[in-house]
T-cell receptor
């Protein structure tokens, strides 16, 4: 089965600074890749997804992610973080076998 | 448009009791899912359903039972709750495309504590 690793459990950035959240996956073929965000006490909301084509994917709220096959990575980026971006972020990998695996999550704290 | 709702939002029960968590969606999505969220594990798929009367196991199905008699409802039952089932449970739905290929829309979650 596929697996997902989010190496950073917790990241703190200053408001206005750039952000990169890491996601590495293990899967033999090209996976379906997702980033979800979870605000406190809420369910998950999709930020963006990659299935095929252009490896740089744009999402909502100014986020983007880049699929790098050679590195088995799908890192999430934002050029300028806002205080409202404080949340938990989950990378997920889907395979064609009706299996979806989520990473353990990265909690983002934004300093004023 | 209510979207996807879960009830109850919070539940405390005792070991050995039966508990049912409810999930209701108003979009007529084909697929519905149950996940549990535990610290350090992210979300893990318990069961999913591709349509009414069609259900299948996910990554961690043991100790859980599901049914889906109507498209809009997907209850999750813990037949004999154990402390290890203390968790936050999320229901989700997607329009088509299966478990691993389509955007999933999540409910607000149910926090279950088993004493």
């Amino acid at each position: 089965a596929q697996s997902v690793t989010q190496p950073d459990i917790h990241i703190t950035v200053s408001e206005g600074a750039s952000l990169e959240l890491r996601c590495n996956y293990s899967y033999g073929a090209t996976p379906y890749l997702f980033w979800y965000v979870q605000s406190p006490g809420q369910g998950l909301q999709l930020l963006l997804k990659y299935f095929s084509g252009d490896t740089l994917v744009q999402g909502i709220k100014g986020f983007e992610a880049e699929f790098k096959r050679s590195q088995s990575s799908f890192n999430l980026r934002k050029p300028s973080v806002h205080w409202s971006d404080a949340a938990e972020y989950f990378c997920a990998v889907g395979a064609g076998n009706n299996d979806m695996r989520f990473g353990a999550g990265t909690r983002l704290t934004v300093k004023p | 448009d209510a979207g996807i709702t879960q009830s109850p939002r919070y539940k405390i029960t005792e070991t050995g009791r039966q508990v049912t968590l409810m999930c209701h969606q108003t979009w007529s999505h084909s697929y519905m899912f149950w996940y549990r969220q535990d610290l350090g594990h992210g979300l893990r798929l318990i069961y999913y359903s591709a349509a009414a009367d069609i259900t299948d196991k996910g990554e961690v199905p043991d100790g859980y039972v599901v049914s889906r008699s109507k498209t809009e409802n997907f209850p999750l039952t813990l037949e004999s709750a154990t402390r290890s089932q203390t968790s936050v449970y999320f229901c989700a739905s997607s329009d088509a495309g299966g478990v691993s290929t389509d955007t999933q829309y999540f409910g607000p979650g149910t926090r279950l504590t088993v004493l």
